[in-house]
């Protein structure tokens, strides 16, 4: 059974940078595409950006492209997302996720593995 962890939330101010973090357990996630997305109070989790197995392809919400970025290691079983010139409206609890299935565009919805989320606050 594979367990995910994220870290690195917090609270920034707008056009600050953080860097969240998440690591497998359980298991090697290195043939498992992987990515990241969110979720605010009474809205649907959304996709935020996703990473091939092989870490050659990356996809992103339009929302973040240009300001995010998803990389992962697999030596450390983790992957990663840098935030730059985050916004108010990046404010939400972000999960990262693994999934085997087909990895095409930001449709890619994973449901074999989700972690608990960490908090991201930007301030205005």
């Known amino acids: 059974q594979v367990q995910l962890v994220e870290s690195g939330g917090g609270l920034v101010q707008a056009g600050g940078s953080l860097r969240l973090s998440c690591v497998g357990s359980?298991?090697?996630?290195?043939?498992?595409?992987m990515g990241w997305f969110r979720q605010v109070p009474g809205k649907e989790r959304e996709f935020v950006a996703a990473i091939s197995w092989t870490g050659s392809r990356t996809y992103y919400a339009d929302s973040v492209k240009g300001r995010f970025t998803i990389s992962r290691d697999k030596v450390k079983n983790t992957i990663y997302l840098q935030m730059n010139s985050l916004k108010p409206e990046d404010t939400a609890t972000y999960y990262c996720a693994a999934d085997r299935s087909a990895l095409y565009d930001s449709t890619w919805y994973p449901n074999e593995y989700w972690g608990q989320g960490t908090q991201v606050t930007v301030s205005s």
């Open positions: 359980g298991r090697t996630l290195s043939f498992y595409h």
